[in-house]
C-alpha cells in the first residue's frame, strides 16, 4: 500500500470514530450507565429521580460548568455538612417552584420533566435529609 493510501485510510477510521463518538456523546448520559455512579446515601427511589432528571447537568460526566459548579451529585461526600444542608434547601426549593429541570431543556426532553409524585417525593425527602443533617 502506498503511503498517502495508508494516510488516507487512517483519516477515513479517524472520521468515522469521531462521528460515532459525537452520536454517542448526544445521547443522555442515563444511557451511559457505567458511567454513573450513584451517590451513596441516596434511597434509591430519590437517585432514581435524580440520575434521570438532573444528572445531565448536575454529575461529574456534565459538560455544563455553571450547573456542576451549583450542584455536583457525584461529589455530593465531598461537600461539608452545611454546603449539603443549603444544597438541600435549594433543591427543596427549586422542585417545589418547578425551576429544575429548566424549563428550555425540557422542550426537548419533556420525559425529564419531574410527575407531581416525583415533586412530592423529592421536597419530602430533601426537607427530611436537611432536618437530620441539622440535628447531628
Ligand atoms: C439542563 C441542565 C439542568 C438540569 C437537567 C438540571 N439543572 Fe439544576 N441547574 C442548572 C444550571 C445551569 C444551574 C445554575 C444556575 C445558576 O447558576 O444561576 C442549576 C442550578 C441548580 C441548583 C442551585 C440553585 C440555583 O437556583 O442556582 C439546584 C439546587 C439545582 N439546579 C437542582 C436541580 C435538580 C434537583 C435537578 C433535577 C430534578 C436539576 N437541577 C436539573 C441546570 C440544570
Known sequence: MKIREIILG???IMLIAGLSYGFHNKHSLEDKA???Q???GFPE?????????????HSGESQNQ???????????NEYKTAKQVQLLTEMNEVIKEGNMP???YLTGNPDKKLSEEQVNLMTKWTKESADKLLEQ
Request: aromatic fraction near 12%; include cysteine; proline fraction near 8%.
Open 102 to 104: 429548566p424549563g428550555r
Open 66 to 76: 455553571q450547573a456542576k459548579t451549583a450542584l455536583n451529585f457525584s461529589g455530593w
Open 10 to 12: 487512517a483519516g477515513f
Open 45 to 57: 427511589e430519590i437517585m432514581n429521580i435524580v440520575i434521570h432528571s438532573c444528572y445531565d447537568c
Open 38 to 40: 450513584p451517590t451513596p
Open 34 to 36: 457505567v458511567d454513573i
